[in-house]
């Protein structure tokens, strides 16, 4: 199955900044998904991000606050924008994996960002 | 849009029992139906999965059924460990190309 190497592991940041989150791939995948995980909750979407157009965002996430960027086939980056202590969360990118042995969704290690 | 209900939200058990945690949704559309384990600090690992057209998969000590007409679906773990206790969420899509949407999960505590 796909291999996700997500960075960085974790960040603290100041309130009013914004910190930009990569995963990297390492087979091309179509669609590429972005998850918040608040503490002790569950995961979240954020939303699809698919090559070569915007990304769909869901209902309580907006593109101003959370750009994505989907340059291409196994690459892409959410961008959190001018953070609160309300941001403070785990965000996670998740692609879905389909061979002809294999099938599912995997996700990479997580972003655990603390705004202060 | 998918909803998916899962209960219990904790779960205690002795080791060597049983443990079922159970979901419902809300799409009868929905045709993938995986569970992940996650560990404190650690990504969701997918554990068992099942698709539509099957009712029930088993995997060694884990299993997982599904109800299409109910739309629910399980998940079983017997002769439970410690090892076992964690968070998990069983969560349901439509087709490829879709996102997971997740139950909030189940916290399972095995004690020895």
């Known amino acids: 199955s796909a291999v996700i190497s997500q960075k960085p592991s974790r960040d603290i940041c100041q309130r009013g900044t914004s910190l930009t989150i990569q995963c990297q791939v390492d087979s091309q995948v179509t669609m590429m998904f972005w998850y918040r995980q608040q503490p002790g909750q569950s995961l979240t979407l954020i939303a699809t991000a698919n090559q070569g157009s915007e990304a769909t965002y869901e209902s309580g996430f907006v593109i101003d606050k959370f750009p994505i960027s989907r340059p291409n086939l196994t690459f892409s980056t959410l961008t959190v924008s001018n953070m609160s202590p309300e941001d403070s969360s785990i965000y996670l990118c998740?692609?879905?994996?389909?061979?002809?042995?294999?099938?599912?969704?995997?996700f990479g290690s997580g972003t655990r960002l603390t705004v202060v | 849009g998918e909803n998916v209900e899962q209960h219990p939200s904790t779960l205690s058990v002795q080791e060597g029992d049983s443990a079922v945690i159970k979901c419902t949704y809300s799409d009868s559309a929905s045709n993938y139906f995986p569970w992940y384990k996650q560990e404190l600090g650690k990504r969701p690992q997918l554990i068992i999965d099942?698709?539509?057209?099957?009712g029930e998969k088993k995997d060694q000590r884990i299993a997982v059924t599904l109800n299409k007409t109910a739309k629910h679906f399980s998940l079983h773990i017997t002769e439970t460990q410690p090892e076992d206790s964690a968070v998990y969420f069983c969560a349901a899509t439509l087709n490829s190309g879709y996102a997971l949407n997740f139950g909030k999960g189940t916290s399972l505590l095995v004690t020895p």
């Open positions: 099942i698709r539509s057209n099957v």
């Open positions: 998740s692609v879905e994996v389909s061979s002809r042995d294999t099938y599912g969704y995997t």
